[in-house]
Each structure stands twice: as structure tokens, then as C-alpha cells.
């Protein structure tokens, strides 16, 4: 598929997380591409996924597109998500067709500064999709002035600057898809249908669901904290 292809394939529709890490239920033993595979069945129009070897297993099960990512963890930087160009040149070896990077201004693992990284990043890999992970309005507009194909709303509430936001937030969404040209994922804190309605009444490109459709240890404990 080219670029256009891509974006046109996922256009106004759901991509499903479907992710595990090493302390949950469900990591490792191709889970996720049997997630994946159910996530097709559901009519999802594409895939998050984290790790080459789930998203190696996510490949076997479904021809979707597939938003990839690797989650390190440096001692020296916040930043965790797709943080160097190792995870980049790993991800790019998969044929994923989007990579995402986190693109928050915090400093990066060696002292890296965003600018200098993704400058990089789009010299090696001129053709790739790259989405931006942000946590704010000014994060998804320098993402998308120093060349990010789409912006994500993804880290929104998760950083020290945006902790305690109400998310979805739609104020952020309304303002993004208002004020920027650049394709808009909604992604983070859609638990339900109504959420996800709502979401889409602004101009998204597409929106992402993962925890309330592909982890059961936490959609278990949502319910019985409804009844503690």
C-alpha cells in the first residue's frame, strides 16, 4: 500500500490496541495476534501494537494496517515510547505500516532533543508514517511543523505537565482538529461507546481503543470496583 493508501484505509475508524506487557495475563504466546485476529472480526480498520515479536504475530493473523511501537525504558529520559533510533530501525525491519514516537518535549535518553532525533529519523526513513505520541496542543503542533504525518493524543494525561487531565479531552481534540491540517488520532481513555461517539462528532482522521477492549484483568477490575 502507498502512504495514501494507508491513511485512506484507517480513515474515520477504529484501530484496536492490542498490546500486554511482561507483568499482565496475556503477554507473550501469540495472544496478541489472536487479539488482533478478533479485533478484524470486530471491524476494527487497523492495530496498535507494541513489540516486533507481537507485532510479527499481529502480521500472521491480519492484513490491517499496523501502528508499531516499542516501549524501553532508559534511566536518563522519561520518554518510553519508540525513545531511540534502535526501536525506530527495529520497527522499520517489521514493514509496519505507521511507527509511532513519542513526541512530548522532554528530554530524550542521551541528552536527545526531539528536533535532532526526528531529523534523523525522516533522513533514514524518507517513505515511512510516523505518528506523533503527544500530550498537548503545543507538543501536536511542533510535531506536525517539523514533519510528523499524523498527531496522537495519546500521552495526554500521562505526562508531569498534562497529570490530572480529564481524558478523552476533548477540548484538546476540538482544538487540534480545529487549528492543525495534519491527520488527527484520538487515542487514550475511550471506556465507552458514547465516548467514542463523541470523539467523532470533531474531524478525527481515525481513534484508538485499547485497555477497554483488550485487557480483561483491567476491564475485570472496572466492574468490581462498581460493586466494592
Known amino acids: 500500500m502507498t502512504n495514501a493508501e494507508i491513511l485512506k484505509k484507517i480513515y474515520r475508524g477504529l484501530i484496536v490496541s492490542c498490546q500486554a506487557l511482561p507483568d499482565e495475563p496475556l503477554y507473550g504466546y501469540h495472544f496478541m495476534g489472536k487479539m488482533a485476529f478478533a479485533a478484524k472480526e470486530g471491524g476494527a480498520v487497523g492495530i496498535r501494537a507494541n513489540t516486533v515479536s507481537d507485532i ?77 505520541d503527544c500530550s498537548c496542543f503545543e507538543d501536536c503542533k511542533h510535531a506536525a511543523e517539523i514533519g510528523f504525518d499524523l498527531v496522537g493524543t495519546t500521552l495526554c494525561g500521562y505526562t508531569e505537565k498534562t497529570r490530572g487531565t480529564e481524558i478523552p479531552s476533548y477540548a484538546l481534540i476540538e482544538r487540534i482538529t480545529r487549528e492543525l491540517s495534519v491527520p488527527v488520532i484520538a487515542e487514550g481513555g475511550v471506556w465507552e461507546r458514547g465516548q467514542l461517539q463523541k470523539v467523532f462528532s470533531y474531524p478525527v482522521h481515525a481513534a484508538v481503543v485499547g485497555t477497554a477492549i483488550t485487557r480483561p484483568r483491567d476491564i475485570t477490575r472496572r466492574f468490581v470496583e462498581a460493586i466494592s
Open 56 to 132: 510479527l504475530d499481529i502480521r500472521k493473523e491480519v492484513d490491517l494496517p499496523v501502528i508499531g511501537i516499542i516501549k524501553s525504558v532508559y534511566k536518563d529520559s522519561d520518554v518510553f515510547i519508540t525513545p531511540t533510533m534502535a526501536e525506530v530501525d527495529a520497527l522499520a525491519e517489521t514493514g509496519v505500516e505507521i511507527i509511532a514516537i513519542d513526541a512530548t518535549d522532554r528530554p530524550r535518553p542521551n541528552g536527545g532533543d526531539l528536533d535532532s532525533f526526528f531529523k534523523a529519523v525522516r533522513e533514514k526513513y524518507p517513505n515511512q508514517l510516523f505518528m506523533a
